[in-house]
């Protein structure tokens, strides 16, 4: 299965040694399996980002990220991809991935400034990607029952990386959807409490503070896509919380005048005088990616793929709305701010 395989596959052992390497990884570096062999990964390969190339030494955490340059030794250098995943039970063992970033471009569309039209790939390929990573995952159940030990570890592995690998791209079809789902009056305070019963049922988590105000009238947007926003923003913050001596989250809705969107697909301007402010006390989002989180693959989580804030941004212009981050670093406190239009009254809705 490793040889099929069109990307770079390499098994490193503790300290980075060289244990394997597939056909593509061998064509991509430029040397046999045999000259690799016992090698130091920095020896054949090494990212100009310092700092990543660090972080990749940290074999207990999966890493992916994109567009990044690096050296090869005889090649020069060129952009790539990479990912790399601990192997399970056993330490020290990681999985790297590797594929050069120019060979996947064509499937996409240049990505605008504003992140949106996020890679067309996915949307075009999703099915005949999805139909091998059926296949690969069935190999990996069949060869699990046949094995044991470290191999039956591997088996796992596999099929997890499956699981993990579709599931990034149902999101990434989400995110370069072009249909929007219908928006229609939506009472605010029943879908902040219907998204936080589902984070409660799921498991433990601090008690969610409720700051509303009940004056405020029906929002314009999607039910069940402010539910998914919302499940995400709490997600996040009580992930954010979670080291704290007295975590809090506290989610807050005002009525705030004077705030306006300017909504290119109708060519007006849209007020947005609703707004919802998640909060929480954790240590804040790494000043390094703060001005990104809601570009793709951008993360600071040692497990994230970067996806969540992109899909909650797009989420959020389907209605016409729009989402912001801000650190009180004096206060301790995160806050996510997001803001939507009023629903307009039945009247005008059958003026319209």
């Known amino acids: ?41 920095h020896e054949v390969f090494m990212l100009d980002d310092a700092r990543l190339m660090e972080r990749l030494a940290e074999s207990d955490a ?39 970033s120019a060979a996947v471009e064509p499937l996409g569309q240049a990505m605008p400034a504003d992140g949106q039209g996020v890679l067309r790939g996915p949307e075009i390929l999703a099915h005949e990607i999805k139909n091998p990573l059926a296949g690969i995952r069935g190999a990996a159940q069949l060869l699990a029952r046949k094995v044991t030990g470290k191999d ?3 088996t796992h592995l596999i099929a997890d990386e499956v699981d993990r690998i579709a599931k990034l791209i149902d999101q990434m079809q989400t995110l370069s959807r072009r249909t929007t789902e219908p928006v229609e009056p939506c009472n605010l305070h029943e879908t902040i ?4 019963s589902i984070l409660q049922a799921a498991g433990t988590a601090p008690r ?27 997600s996040n913050a009580r992930e954010a919380v979670a080291d704290q001596a007295r975590p809090r989250i506290i989610v807050r809705t ?18 947005l005088p609703i707004e ?50 801000d650190r009180d670093d004096v206060g301790g406190w995160t806050h996510f701010r997001l803001h939507l239009p009023v629903a307009p009254s039945p009247a005008l809705r059958m003026k319209d």
Do not use: C, Y
């Open 254 to 271: 005002r009525f705030v005048s004077g705030l306006q969107l300017h909504a290119t697909d109708r060519g007006k301007a849209v007020r």
């Open 193 to 196: 409490r219907r998204a936080s």
């Open 1 to 41: 299965m490793l040889a099929s395989l069109p990307q770079a596959v390499i098994l490193l052992a503790p300290g980075q040694k060289i244990s394997l390497a597939n056909p593509a990884a061998e064509q991509f570096l430029g040397q046999s399996q045999r000259r690799l062999l016992g090698r130091s990964l």
């Open 208 to 234: 969610i503070e409720e700051e509303f105000d009940p004056s405020l009238p029906p929002v314009l947007g999607s039910a069940h896509g402010l539910v998914q926003v919302l499940i995400n923003l709490l």
């Open 62 to 100: 999966p890493i992916t990220a994109r567009h990044v340059d690096a050296q090869v030794p005889g090649q020069g250098g060129r952009r790539v991809d990479i990912s790399t995943s601990p192997v399970v039970d056993s330490a020290g063992w990681q999985v790297l991935t590797l594929s050069d």
């Open 152 to 154: 039956q570890a591997l």
């Open 276 to 325: 919802v402010r998640v909060s929480d006390n954790g240590v804040g989002i790494d000043t390094s990616v703060r001005d990104h989180i809601f570009e793709p693959f951008v993360t600071s989580k040692k497990s994230g793929q970067g996806l969540g804030l992109a899909l909650v941004r797009k989420l959020v212009r389907d209605m016409n709305g729009r989402i912001t981050h």
